[in-house]
């Protein structure tokens, strides 16, 4: 996202945007940003084809609504005001290389009874899949292992008539300082503890254009307060 689109996707996160489509002519929203008209037109129309917004026609108007990719720009910048402007958090730091997994993170990911909790507590719809850490060092594996009995964003177990699902601890995470997502700490897996796994609201081999075998760093927050924010919203 462009930095001058920021306030105007600001200005219509305040309006109600991000929920149901808003009413807002392109004089009123040139007004509300300190643009001109024909700027802040500009800016609309460049939002819409980037997928940022759409726009929709009723009755002779024009409505607004934020898509789901742009609330997720929106709290990319709440998480980075966060970063720079909140208290100082406890974090760990591992690295090491991605590898497929055995394809089960999409299947589980995209469970409803797992989904909708990702959803309501993490603040993000997960990409269908895990991307798969192997830890190589005796630290890395030793912060792996404190994970499995810390406090973090739990997600519950449920059943689906069928069968059993266990819950998870998540941990917000970082990727290569570019990318945000959660470390998931599973009951029941399939791993040991030379394996990390991560859900983000994007693919993310191909935002950092990842290949099989390249290392990367995931910087890990450990506070309860910044688990806590999981449960506040843009």
């Not at 945007?17 to 392109?26: F, Q």
């Not at 742009?70 to 100082?88: K, T």
């Not at 269908?128 to 190589?136: M, Q, S």
């Amino acid at each position: 996202m462009k930095p001058a689109h920021i306030p105007t996707l600001l200005e219509l996160l305040s309006m109600g945007a991000k929920d149901r489509p808003i009413y807002l002519t392109t004089k009123e929203l040139a007004n509300k940003v300190g643009k001109s008209q024909q700027l802040a037109s500009k800016h609309l129309s460049e939002m819409e084809r980037e997928g940022l917004v759409e726009r929709l026609k009723s009755g002779g108007k024009t409505y607004i609504k934020i898509t789901n990719k742009g609330v997720d720009s929106a709290r990319e910048i709440y998480w980075i005001l966060q970063d720079v402007f909140g208290a100082s958090r406890r974090t760990v730091e591992v690295s090491g290389s991605i590898f497929s997994g055995l394809g089960e993170g999409a299947y589980y990911v995209s469970l409803k009874g797992y989904r909708r909790q990702f959803v309501s507590k993490l603040g993000f719809d997960p990409f269908p899949g895990t991307l798969n850490i192997r830890l190589e060092t005796a630290v890395d594996r030793k912060i792996r292992r404190d994970l499995a009995v810390a406090r973090g964003i739990h997600i519950e177990g449920f059943e689906d008539g069928r069968r059993t699902y266990g819950g998870a601890e998540c941990f917000r995470a970082v990727i290569n300082e570019k990318v945000r997502g959660a470390v998931l700490v599973i009951e029941r897996t399939s791993y040991d503890d030379s394996v990390l796994e991560i859900i983000s609201p994007t693919k993310i081999r191909r935002e950092l254009s990842l290949k099989e075998g390249d290392r990367i760093r995931v910087r890990i927050f450990l506070d309860s307060s910044e688990n806590d924010m999981g449960k506040q919203e843009i």
